[in-house]
């Protein structure tokens, strides 16, 4: 145990080289800081054969937008558990927690040395073709292994209790379910788009549908989420992708995880036209729309699958019942899509898909784009039953 | 703080003594006792001049059905805490708790000594006009102040871990969602209906439906439910009634509290024909037809007008919302009234509304009604949009 201090070099070396095995006992340690310590103190300590580890420590604050919130260090708390049981029922695609420590808030994990952020390699016109389906495996597995369907009711609510989470939980209910339908200081908004912003505060019909999605992350704990699956928090490599940084994480609606990912997905789509020519673009939205495709078939796929098999509570056993659920995450998961399309155009944390079109009208046009798909993947969720349709509204709006 | 020991009536009086301001100091003290101790200890103390409290001991086990099961003790703190906090939001119609000790698992409260059980009065012929009003009031004042209209998200979050009462919920979630739809040997069936408690097991449509019932109870903490709000749970005299025996409370679904009562009243109109003769008898049930209208009347009023005037959360100010949040109560409520009178008729748990019907012909025929009816609810719930169309579901019912 180590007592509460902001980590310098000097700090996150001892912690690593106190917890982790993976250093030989005359190794020399050196530390590289890889954040901008807006949230966390992020540090890669290496020894001179070039293994290494990271140390993530969460500050007690953090800048968004200049200012400064306090903001609770028992994130790294739910985020090294979360992780840790995530990466039992997904090993593959959950980065690896060594350690963590609860004084210094911090935790020492695998480091994707080799790895990329995926929002980034998207903007920049990158395909992997492993990414849909490892992403399904993922979400299927971690959501379906924390669910009603296999936890007893004790150790289910025991883990609801554990993973509460209030703190990150309320910026989620603030920053995307409410400030962006109002007119709210915190709130982003371009001067060329503040008129299509302006109709959400007055969109009464929006707003009702918005509000019955909100009361669904309020109170529905149907799974342990990871709470903050946009595509900046995938870290990918030719082979392979891995999921980071689940200090969201709290039990929640199982439509929101696959909603937030598939939001992300299309959005870059959106985005495309903003960020690559022509060509690439159609290239690059056609390679979008697929993954988005592939990983709805295969999260419901694999889902179906460990619904039949694995079920443990004899109600649920019900096949009626399972097919009803899955039409029910699938029209959640497409409102939450169009949450996070919406509060990435007009809200405060805005994404480099679209921040980074250097061109205003352009910048514009895919802004107003997102913001009217993400309109309509939230009024017409419950009537569209399959993700073809959905995928429909989606070429339909482009060419509109 | 007192030991646990299972109190005699000397430890009665001695735990009121210690605890009640009510007794004068020469006060000369007597305890009866109340209970048949299947579950808990329950004695009434009173001193010379007649005034009275009574103390309740949670035992650490149930006998049920001539078993015995172990039972956590922690159920006393929950109705100590949940009828307190009950009462700041309904003191008219919720018994007072004037103590608690968490070591004796024993509350001290208010003796409500001229006041009869809800059950056994309508099982006699009674009729109080203000059942419905009363209880409408208790119930939407109960549930809309401890729901996500007016309780902040951190605020919420804590008290949901403080009222996860998983032991209880267990109760529920077997005997009431589970055990009728199977060959279960907790089940009671009465040979007479046999072959129609058979046909529950096979009803794979109704089990869907019953599933999703179940995963509402298990995953929707909208508001903090009393858990068990049947007729034995209701004292009444003929101005007023009260609440009591709130151990089974937790976050759950609003329409959890609504059905239970609903389905309640519902059970003695479906077995008043073997109650009475049939002049009274058709009395009774209209004046039963008409509690039930009006208790989801004004419940639907009062709970409107709470959310109209007293939501917090600016999404749910949403008038649109609130509508569609309240028919979905509604759909819920109804769906799980019928749960409750499938499970009171072949399910552990049965009431004397039935099993006091000597006449076991006059008693086959109530039960079928009440499975069918039960059935029914389930089945239309999201078909029927008001309590008139309800109601007519039930008169329909009995004339078939």
Known sequence: MTEYKTFKADDAIA???????????HSK??????????????????NDKGTSVIVKQALPYARWAGESWPLTTDRARIEAEVLKLHRRFCPEHTV??????????????EDLKAYRIL????????????????????????LFYTSDFVMSGE??????????????????????????????????????????????WHDEALKAEVAMLKAGFLSKPQALLHGDLHSGSIFIDEQSCKVIDAEFGFFGPVGFDVGSLLGNLLLNYLASPGLHDAADCSEQQAYLLDQAEQLWLQFSETFSE??????E???????????KFLQQVFSDATGYAGCEL????????????????????????????????GRELIMQRNDLSNISQLLNLVRYQQTD
Request: charge should be negative.
């Open 15 to 25: 912690f690593a080289d106190g917890h982790s095995e993976l250093f030989g006992e």
């Open 155 to 200: 150790n289910k609510k025991a883990e609801v209790a554990r993973f509460l989470n209030p703190e990150m939980c309320l910026i989620t209910e603030d920053l995307v379910f409410t400030d962006p339908y109002f007119n709210h200081e915190r709130n982003n908004v371009e001067h060329s788009i503040l008129d299509k912003a302006k109709n959400l």
């Open 29 to 46: 340690l050196s530390a590289e800081e890889m954040s901008d310590g807006e949230l966390n103190q992020v540090f890669r300590v290496e």
């Open 342 to 373: 919406i509060r990435r155009t007009v809200g405060l944390a805005q994404v480099a898909d679209i921040v980074t079109i250097s061109d205003a009208g352009k910048r514009a046009e895919c802004q107003l784009n997102v913001l009217k798909l």
């Open 313 to 323: 509570d004899p109600m649920l056993e019900s096949p009626i019942y399972q097919q």
């Open 306 to 311: 460990l619904m039949r098999r694995e079920t």
């Open 96 to 109: 690896e927690v060594h350690y963590f420590d609860p004084e210094a808030c911090a935790i020492l994990m």
């Open 119 to 142: 929002r980034t390699e998207l903007n920049a016109g990158k395909k992997f073709n492993h990414l849909a389906a490892q992403m399904a495996k993922y979400l299927a597995n971690t």
